[in-house]
T-cell receptor, first 112, second 116 residues
Framework: KQEVTQIPAALSVPEGENLVLNCSFT??????LQWFRQDPGKGLTSLLL?????REQTSGRLNASLDKSSGRSTLYIAASQPGDSATYLC???????????FGKGTRLHILP | DAGVIQSPRHEVTEMGQEVTLRCKPI?????LFWYRQTMMRGLELLIY????????DSGMPEDRFSAKMPNASFSTLKIQPSEPRDSAVYFC??????????????FGPGTRLTVL
């Protein structure tokens, strides 16, 4: 059974620092992996989607990498800003069925 | 477009009552997804529809839960009878893609359900 883990559950960093959020999954047979952002009291916003054949995706200050063999993905945020404060979730979609499985997220707080 | 619309935003009810959550997807999107989010279990996919047809309802926790999509612009998630353990935030999302696998989903603001 696929499990997705995000550690740490919460993270605080000073504004301007670069940071990395981690996501690990137990079954390397995935179709794609997605990173989402969730602001308090809001729904999710898709940030980046990486297909299983890809190694990374970039959007602005965000870069997501995927290493299927080790069951890991990272979300790199460059030059963090207070507006980046949110909960970041990763999710994987297995090859063989249509389930999408989410991690519980990392709650990020950027200190002004 | 106004995005995915969910109503009500908050619902407080007593155990045993019927609860109906509503969702209007983004116009032109052919897939609609219902999720539940709790602190303990995180975000879980309950059911999704493609072209108004339920495709996968294996995430629906029990027979007390049912979902319908009578047309392309409206879906409901019903809980009857409701129980305290159903308390959660329920999200609806829509997508121009056919399955959760394929690409970006657009989430509504959620309905926070509290069952006393």
């Amino acid at each position: 059974k696929q499990e997705v883990t995000q550690i740490p559950a919460a993270l605080s960093v000073p504004e301007g620092e670069n940071l990395v959020l981690n996501c690990s999954f137990t079954d390397s047979a995935i179709y794609n992996l997605q990173w989402f952002r969730q602001d308090p009291g809001k729904g999710l916003t898709s940030l980046l989607l990486i297909q299983s054949s890809q190694r990374e995706q970039t959007s602005g200050r965000l870069n997501a990498s995927l290493d299927k063999s080790s069951g890991r993905s990272t979300l790199y945020i460059a030059a963090s800003q207070p507006g980046d404060s949110a909960t970041y979730l990763c999710a994987v979609s297995p090859n063989r069925d249509d389930k999408i499985i989410f991690g519980k997220g990392t709650r990020l707080h950027i200190l002004p | 477009d106004a995005g995915v619309i969910q109503s009500p935003r908050h619902e407080v009810t007593e155990m045993g009552q019927e609860v109906t959550l509503r969702c209007k997807p983004i116009s032109g999107h052919n897939s609609l997804f219902w999720y539940r989010q709790t602190m303990m279990r995180g975000l879980e996919l309950l059911i999704y529809f493609n072209n108004n047809v339920p495709i996968d309802d294996s995430g629906m926790p029990e027979d007390r839960f049912s979902a319908k999509m009578p047309n392309a612009s409206f879906s409901t998630l019903k809980i009857q009878p409701s129980e305290p353990r159903d308390s959660a935030v329920y999200f609806c999302a829509s997508s121009p893609f056919g399955t959760p696998l394929e690409g970006e989903q657009f989430f509504g603001p959620g309905t926070r359900l509290t069952v006393l």
